[in-house]
């Protein structure tokens, strides 16, 4: 199944800030999304990343927010923008690699804390 | 409210303990899946059950889809200190707009 490489694993941010995270993926795969999950809970999708085109975003996420971009098959990136405090969690990046691609690999994910 | 509701929350348990994790919808899903996830790390796929009635065995874990395929069971046999993590089902279909939509997880542990 393909491997997933985010950068960076955690990072420490000031609030006001901006941070771009990175999403390799080892193999081209049509379907990529981006999630949020505070530690120990469950995820919630913030947007499918669509190649060539404008993500799109889940009820509660906005480009403006969380601009997403995906250049090509087997990258992504997600900035968050203007972070608080609020948005200190972990973002994961993952791919679908099922038929349908409904069966996701996720990345390790970017533990961000903003103070 | 959920799409999908996990329960327990959290179980803490002995090694060799057998213990349930139950996902529950009101929802017919197409599909179901569970992940496994460990600290620093991305969720990991234990399995996809798409019929009704269906029963996956993964050495000591087994999986049930309900008849309805509106609910699903992950059961551990004789639980080891290396099964400890968050459980998550997620479903596809319809229900969830066509997209992976996630339960609120459980918390295991096992203590050696």
């Known amino acids: 199944s393909a491997v997933i490489s985010q950068k960076p694993s955690r990072d420490i941010c000031q609030r006001g800030t901006s941070l771009t995270i990175q999403c390799q993926v080892d193999?081209?795969?049509?379907?990529m999304f981006w999630y949020r999950q505070q530690p120990g809970q469950s995820l919630t999708l913030i947007a499918t990343?669509?190649?060539?085109?404008?993500?799109?975003?889940e009820s509660g996420f906005v480009i403006d927010k969380f601009p997403i971009s995906r250049p090509n098959l087997t990258f992504s990136t997600l900035t968050v923008s203007n972070m608080s405090p609020e948005d200190s969690s972990i973002y994961l990046c993952?791919?679908?690699?099922?038929?349908?691609?409904?069966?996701?690999?996720f990345g390790a994910g970017s533990r961000l804390t903003v103070l | 409210t959920q799409l999908l509701e996990q329960s327990p929350q959290f179980l803490s348990i002995q090694e060799g303990e057998n213990l349930t994790v139950y996902c529950n919808s009101s929802?017919?899903?197409?599909?179901l899946q569970w992940y496994r996830q460990e600290p620093g790390e991305g969720p990991v796929l234990l399995v996809t059950?798409?019929?009704?009635?269906e029963v996956k065995k993964l050495k000591r874990l087994t999986f049930q889809f309900g008849d309805a395929r509106k609910d699903s069971s992950l059961h551990i046999t004789a639980a080891q200190p290396g099964d400890t993590g968050l459980y998550l089902c997620?479903?596809?279909?319809?229900?969830?707009?066509?997209?992976?939509?996630f339960g609120g997880g459980t918390r295991v542990l096992v203590k050696p």
């Open positions: 993952s791919a679908g690699t099922g038929a349908g691609a409904n069966v996701l690999t």
């Open positions: 929802s017919v899903f197409s599909s």
């Open positions: 193999s081209q795969v049509t379907m």
């Open positions: 059950v798409v019929t009704g009635g």
């Open positions: 990343a669509n190649q060539g085109s404008e993500a799109t975003y």
């Open positions: 997620a479903g596809y279909g319809k229900a969830a707009g066509n997209k992976l939509t």
